[in-house]
């Protein structure tokens, strides 16, 4: 596959990052300009698509991303979750990079235009994979420290990275708190409700629920953003659009895998085990972190009371209200545009 990482630098989206990013430069603000303490409103949904993306050889993948902002920018890496992608930010890109951010959004390993460079790697969706996976792009196009931000897996794979690779990371926003885990972890029930919650983790274990998933990815991840997000009323080309994402010949593998190995169920990679291990210790962040919570997140989630501790460095937490679900950047994405831009001030 070809690598176009020498693409013209130009912003890679269209509509308001454009009306946005010329109101800057007309008002003589260089393109690196401090970052703002707000982004501008932006109405959600505003922002129809993505310019055409770029592709980078990354470890073991090539990875397909969406780029936006001077090149010369503070780096700023947003990372989807399941069943999402890369549009979950496709309103908050343009505003990091009107306010002078370089701004990454890659497809996980099994989403979109990103594959497995070799048919013999095993399609792992082990949670440390994934963020060894962000790591070796941030190598791939030269950023040595990156704010990250993310939810659902993203959040994750922020987490992991920050207590692995603190050095690589400037700051955090994560999305539903402390989200790092153990397989040990996993294989401990929980109170009936909470079990309830995690219903698809149990089909998912089974075979009967890999096939359902393959044959029903469509309708199964529209059920789940409908469960997650219960006072978001999206229309049926906002998924259609990231549901293309799904058709990725590896997602399924891939999204069987990690919530199989998440139970204690599927082997991960010996590679993976030291990080695993020191993962399995719930190490504490020490990275300046803002997490952040929907007030109507119908995924289960922890209570910010329960992942305060968790957090040693410059830390806060904000609550959006207003019916905001589990894909908070997509239905807030000034809250979390300005939650970025607010922890790399105070990095």
Do not use: C
């Not at 090539?62 to 902002?69: I, K, L, S």
């Not at 603190?166 to 790092?180: D, T």
């Not at 929980?190 to 983790?201: D, I, N, R, V």
């Not at 998924?239 to 990690?258: L, Q």
């Amino acid at each position: 596959m070809s690598d176009n990482i020498n693409l013209d630098r130009r912003h890679f989206f269209a509509g308001a990052a454009m009306t946005l990013a010329a109101a800057q430069l007309s008002l003589g603000t260089p393109a690196a300009a401090k970052p703002a303490k707000s982004a501008t409103a932006i109405k959600p949904g505003a922002n129809t698509s993505f310019a055409p993306l770029k592709r980078i050889d990354a470890g073991l993948l090539n990875v397909g991303y969406a780029e936006a902002g001077p090149p010369d920018g503070p780096p700023v890496i947003l990372l989807h979750g399941w069943p999402y992608d890369i549009y979950a930010f496709v309103d908050v890109a343009p505003l990091l990079a009107a306010a002078g951010h370089r701004v990454i959004v890659p497809y996980l390993r099994g989403y979109g235009s990103t594959r497995l460079l070799s048919d013999a790697t095993m399609r792992n969706g082990q949670p440390s994979a994934v963020a060894v996976d962000i790591v070796a792009l941030m190598d791939a196009l030269k950023i040595d420290r990156a704010t990250i931000a993310g939810f659902d897996w993203g959040a994750r794979t922020a987490n992991i990275m920050a207590v692995l690779w603190p050095e690589r990371v400037k700051a955090m926003v994560s999305v539903s708190g402390y989200l790092i885990g153990s397989q040990q972890d996993g294989k401990m029930p929980l109170p009936p409700k909470a079990e309830l919650q995690w219903w698809y983790q149990f089909y998912f274990a089974t075979e009967r629920g890999r096939e359902g998933y393959d044959k029903y990815r469509h309708d199964f991840s529209k059920l789940i953003w409908q469960l997650a997000s219960p006072q978001w009323h999206f229309d049926d080309a906002t998924f259609d659009r990231s549901a293309k994402a799904f058709d990725n010949p590896d997602h399924v593998a891939i999204v069987i895998h990690n919530y199989r190995w998440r139970l204690g169920l599927a082997e991960g990679e010996a590679k993976y085990a030291d990080y695993d291990a020191r993962l399995a210790q719930a190490p504490v962040v020490t990275v300046p972190t803002i997490t952040m919570e929907g007030d109507a997140n119908g995924a289960p989630h922890p209570e910010p009371s329960a992942y305060a501790k968790k957090f040693s460095g410059r830390y806060s937490h904000r609550t959006i209200k207003g019916g905001i679900g589990h894909n908070l950047p997509q239905e807030a994405p000034k809250a979390f545009a300005d939650a970025v831009l607010d922890v790399m001030a105070e990095a």
